[in-house]
């Protein structure tokens, strides 16, 4: 179906500038991580700052995945009309204040509200540099370049914990100080961006489809609910901080291990994205899946025993993380591979959406989790939501009759 028209601007047209690839992609990534870095930062400090339970900092954490949920469809239809860079600007620039706003109040109504609205800013940097490094890549090193996007965003994170651990430790744990300090951070990433990012060109077709399922090919449609499970999983993860200290470690031993984990899943990012582009995207998902189960199975097999084999049951669980990374850069790649030109950010804005709806999700169940069962409840219900979302994909390619054409070399449309 399509709908109103399209309104034509300098983007698509030959009169933008010429475009270095290979700068404007260091430069989306160089701003992805420190955009990340704030988020990271955010990520360990929200769950202490809060006065409230484990549930109650589930339903605050879940107001910006479900903002996210709501806006992405809009926003990716908006880049694809208007341009990637402006909703680029916007959200960097309106996410700092949003961030620094958050000092002003414990409360949890008010910063549930200010997370929600920082929920729509995050969706305008997701789609829109999504959207522009499926422009600035083609088949043949999209899995890498979507690798390095994720690297960038998991490095981001792992030392935006690092970051807050030591402005709580400067300020003897003033919380509204390392907001604030995060907040200029992401300020700075924001100004960046205004120099050195460029609009990329794309194609202008006049028409713009209702139905955002229809930047989307059978295939990839198929696979939405196995992307909605892994994005569950990783709103479950979101808890884990606080998860793990309670169970006894310091604010220095969970920034640590936090830390070195995803500087090894960002690494893992790029080897499995360049694997995606020699392989074919959904044979690399496939090794994404099969590591995650083997990390899911060794981490609740090592927690099960008292005291903890984790030492015993190490290689596998991080031989299974590692497996695991190859889910997102091939999951990204394979949709950039099959969306038309001219639907880009339509198509990166559906992903957006179930990725913004498994984080509320994970969220909820995490907090949930979390008070029932403390870690091995949020093992257990990540196992749940994988089987799940796993068999409701495999259901759907085989119904459609295209899972050897799911599995095979990716190719442009």
């Known amino acids: 179906m399509s709908g109103f028209s399209r309104v034509h601007g300098p983007v698509g047209r030959n009169d933008l500038p010429q475009v270095d690839h290979k700068r404007q992609l260091l430069v989306l990534y160089l701003a992805m991580l ?16 809060l006065a409230v339970g484990s549930f109650g900092v589930g339903i605050a954490l879940s107001t910006y995945p479900l903002a996210e949920f709501v806006s992405a469809a809009w926003i990716g239809a908006y880049v694809d009309l208007k341009g990637r860079r402006r909703m680029l600007l916007f959200g960097l620039l309106s996410i700092s204040v949003l961030t620094m706003a958050i000092s002003l109040t414990r409360n949890v109504y008010p910063i549930a509200i200010v997370h929600a609205v920082m929920g729509f800013s995050g969706a305008a940097v997701t789609v829109s540099s999504l959207t522009m490094i499926t422009d600035l890549t083609g088949v043949s090193n999209r899995g890498v370049s979507m690798g390095g996007f994720d690297f960038s965003n998991i490095l981001g994170y792992a030392l935006g914990i690092s970051f807050a651990t030591t402005i709580l430790h400067l300020t003897d744990r003033n919380y509204e100080v390392a907001f604030v300090a995060t907040g200029i951070l992401l300020l700075a990433a924001g100004v960046a961006s205004i120099i050195w990012v460029k609009e990329t060109s ?79 995207r959904g044979k690399t998902l496939s090794i994404g899946v099969v590591g995650l189960i083997l990390a899911l199975i060794s981490t609740l097999e090592a927690i099960s025993h008292s005291p903890p084999r984790i030492y015993q049951q190490l290689p596998l669980i991080a031989s299974g993380g590692f497996m695991a990374t190859a889910t997102v ?85």
């Open 34 to 49: 420190v955009t990340r870095i704030g988020f990271g930062s955010v990520l360990l400090l929200f769950p202490m700052y």
């Open 202 to 280: 794309h194609s202008s077709t006049g028409s713009y489809h209702v139905n955002p399922l229809a930047a989307l090919d059978q295939n990839t449609r198929a696979i939405l609910p196995l992307w909605l499970g892994l994005t569950s999983i990783l709103g479950l993860v979101f808890v884990l901080p606080r998860s793990l200290m309670q169970s006894g470690l310091r604010f220095s031993q969970v920034g640590l291990t936090l830390a070195l984990g995803a500087f090894g899943l960002g690494v893992g990012s790029i080897v499995f994205g360049r694997i995606s582009d020699k392989i074919g």
């Open 329 to 413: 850069p091939s999951a990204l790649a394979y949709v950039g591979d099959r969306a038309s030109r001219d639907l880009r950010g339509s198509a990166m804005g559906i992903y957006s959406m179930m990725l913004s709806l498994g984080m509320a999700i994970g969220n909820l169940l995490g907090g949930y989790s979390t008070s029932l069962g403390g870690l091995k409840g949020i093992l257990e219900t990540s196992a749940g939501v994988l089987v799940l979302s796993l068999s409701l994909s495999i259901l759907l390619i085989f119904r459609a009759g295209h899972l050897r054409k799911a599995m095979t070399a990716p190719q442009e449309r």
